[in-house]
Structures are given as C-alpha cells and as structure tokens.
C-alpha cells in the first residue's frame, strides 16, 4: 500500500472557491451591457465584435470563475488530496483571470491590439501555472473513478484551448501569421466540448446523484465519455478526421450526455420542484437543443441565425443554469459546514440561499431565455434580454453575498452570546 | 460468509443499503408520515452506526497497520464519522419532536457529506485496502460480520 500524498482533507478553506463564485456575477453584468449596448450588431454574426466579446466574456469570465472554483473544492473529493499551495494559487490565478478576461474583453470590442497580447500572457500564465500544480496533485493521487479521468482530460483540454486562443490572440495583435486563425474550429472545439462538457460531465457523475438524488450514472457511460470525446478531440487536432466530422461527433455526443441526465432526473423518486432541479432540467434540454441544431449546423451550414441561436442556448441555457444550480447547492453547503466544524447549532442550508430566493432567479433567467432564442432573427429584442440578463446576474451576487452575511451575521451573534455569558463563571457553550 | 469478492464491492453495497434506507425515510418525510419517517430512519441509522464501527474496529487497523499511515486518510475519515454521528443524533432529537420540517433541513448536509464521503472510500480508501488486502486474506470475511454485528447492535 502507497498513499504519498494523500491527505483526505476535507475541502479548501472557504474563502478559495468563494472569491472565484463572487467575481463570476460581474462577467455576467459585463456581457448583459454588451448585449444592450450592442445587440443590433451582435446578432448580425457570431463573428461580430460584440458577440465575440460577449462569447468570452461569459466564458473566460463567467463560466471559468466558476469552475476553477468549483475545481478546488471538488478534487479533494475527487482526488483524495486538495491542491498543494492552494492559497497561495487561488491568490495568484485570480487576479490574472480576471485581468485576461476584461483585456480580451475589451480588444474583441474596441479593437485594441495590445489587449489581445495582454491577455495571450495572462492566461497562458495562469492557466500554464494552474493546470500543472492540479495536475502534479492529480497524478500523485491514487484515486479511482471516472470523476478523476474525466478531470485530467478537461484540464489537458483547457490548456489545448487557452494555446489555441492564445495563438489567434497574437495573430489578431498582428504578431503572428493570420493563417492562426483558421484554427478557431479546433479552439471553440476543445473549448466547449473538451473542456466545458468533458469538466460538467465529470462534475456531474459526482454531484447529480448527491444534490440531485438521482441514480448514478451508468459506469460505463461516465468511464467512456471523456475518453471517447479526447480521442475525438485529438484525431481532429492531428488531421485524422475532419473538423466537420468530429462537430458532428461532438454534438452527439453532448446530446446523450444531457439526454442521459434527463432520463435519471425524470426517474428520480423526487419531483423536480426545487429550484437545482429546475435549473439542471432546463440545462440539460438547452444541451439536447444544442447538440441537434449543432448536428443541424454541421449537415447545411450557412444558417446565420441558427448559428446565434446555438451560441444564446450554450452560453445562457447550458452554462448559465446549470452553474448557478450548481452555485445555490454548493454555496450553502460549504458554508453550513464551515459552521458546523465549529458549532452544533447552525443556520440550515436553506438560511444561507432561501428556496424562494433561488426558485425567483430561476424564473427570471427563464425570461431572460425566452426573450432571447428569438433575438437572432429580431435583435431589438437584444434589450429586454440582456436587461433580464443584467438583473439574473446582479441575483446571483445578491444572492451570494447574502449567503456570506447569514455567516456572518451567526458568527456575530455567536461572539456576542459568548461575551455576554462569558464574564463571572466563564465557559460559554458554543460547540 | 460474504459473496463479495473485493473490500470495494462489500462496502460499497453496504453504502448503498444505507443510501435506500435513508431515501425510503426522506419519502416518508415528504409524505408527512412520521411513523414511517422513525422507523426507516431508524434501520438506516442502525445500518450506519454499525458501517462506522466495522470501519474503525476492523478496517481502519488494518489499514494503518498495513500502510503505517496512521494519522492520514482513517483520522480525517474517523472525523468524519464523528461529524455525521453528531447529525444522525440531531436528526433524531427532531424525530422524537415529530418536527419534520427540522429534519428535512438536517438531512440535505447529511446526504452531501455522507456521498462526499462515501466516494472518498470507494475510490480511494477501498482500493488501496484492496491493493493490500493479500496480506490478510481473511479481512473481507471479518468485516462482513462486523458489518452485521454492528447492525444488531445499532
């Protein structure tokens, strides 16, 4: 028996995954301004500089916030050992995500050539820096399970996306040849299908039966994905198979995963009446969508609109929903059981996030949905979606910070009950 | 003696037999049925406490013996243990109270730490006792009776 490195502990202090969650609420609001803004010449093209802009706002910002902060807290479960220098890590990284997202951000929008170099350094740093140290903790793990697999092909597919991305940034900086950007297939590939769906499939073989209550995955189903989908992604970057066919591939691909899902929600004991539920129902059907009209798309190409509306139901019906669902069970639980380590008595986990507060954001960003699958053949409509877009964002931080000020605030009344009891015969009784 | 041939797949469905107690007693919950609720409730906590105790009777020694680790993986998990005995305590006080509403809100954290810990185990922990488990051939056959004393006992 080996176990080097193995420690088990529990999760990462709070504050790591918690500051990435807080900071993806703003990338939301950025790409709702963008859609107000501009929302004319957005949905004119998916290669338009708004919808490029918006596209890496919600994925770099948005969507990557999100799950490298949910990767911290989800490889101590998945790997047996959380990632060594993990502060020191989340410290760093943070800042030149967040800087990489805003300086690619505003050179898609405003033509900025530096930008597009700014952020070529910022990610590969980042991310090169990030995706090693996981990878040094995942390879020292002993762990088994298809969560695991599935982690090490999504990591391997971000780095493939952030060098391909980087590569087309420095040739739009006009550093490097433009022939760099006939790869943006390979790079929107490895993006959205290596790493998005390869990272929320292995996310979920875990958290869809344990939030969810649901059966498990099947075994086979959850070993194969990610491998099947990297021996795709690798034949199509080595020219064994054309880009076309492996989209075709892809797409299918996603479509089962998310109708396998579907099928395990619908079989489950309970209803589907809170709002996690909803949230993961909705973004598995968006997926199923996605993945048809993706297949659509690929068979007789050339339908502009068609191509828009794969690109709102990806961006808001997929990613959207099922990582705020994500968000509103994870937060609460991370959060109970920092408190419960040190009390008995705790806020319940619904105190932190309120059901009728996440089943109201579900409704809104529904609306937001409704509003804008029609806005690639009327774009005014651009407007009141990226309004309701504004507003699902600014409750998902109200909502976050309201988790934090419940802890807060119980801590708060913890050392004032203590004071209180404390002075004569000491022993207060928090425990 | 045991059909299972591995520590991994013995646990396992001793986790799952747990897992089905405790979604029979949440369905009575949601139904409004306390006695129903206590009386499933009761079989998984029995099942859980006796899952707990043949890990660190019998499995965790062996374990720490075999590995010489003995402040790694069993004392986090030993926490663990501890932790969610603390829960299966509380969420019987509010049975006893016939407060279901408590309950409910109790059981969500207990569900999540205990699949947290759960995949833990049969990922890592099982596997690894699996790896070692040569060395002490009878150690299946001593824990699939603990499981089952551990059980009687509650």
Redesign the interface.
Known sequence: MRGAGLSFEQAPPVSIPLRFFIAAPFFGMLAALVLIVDGERLFMSRWSAPALTLTHLMTVGFMLQIMVGALFQVLPVAGGSGVRGQGALALALQPLLVGGACALAAAFMFDWSIGYSLSAAAFATGIGVFVITIFISLWRSEAQGATLTGLRIALVALAMTVALGGLMALARAGLLDVAWLAHVGLHVAWGLAGWALILIAAVAWLVVPMFLQTNPYPQRFARGFGVVIGAILLAATAGLIDVVLATLLLAAAAAVFAAVTLELLRRRQRAANNAIGRFWMLGMLCLVVVGVLSMFEVLAPGHVELALLAGVLILGGVAMSLLIGMLYKIVPFILWLKLRNHYRKVPSMNQFIGEFAQARHFWLHLAMLVVLVPAPWWSPLAVPGGILMFVSSVLLLANLVGALRTLRSFKAGVTAATLAATPPNSAGEPQ | MTAHQTITALMQSHHHQCDEHL?QA??FA?AADPGGCKHAFARFRDDTLGHFAAEEDVLFPA?EQ??G?SH??TQ??R??HR?MR?LLE?LEAALADDDLD?WA??V??L???M??HN??E????Y???D??VALMPELIGTLDEALHVGADHG
Do not use: Y
């Open positions: 979604r949440q369905a949601r374990f075999a590995s680790m790694g993986p986090v998990m926490g663990e932790q603390e509380d408590t809100e109790l969500q954290p569900e999540i730490l699949q947290q995949l833990k049969e990922n890592i922990l596997p690894m006792c790896r070692g």
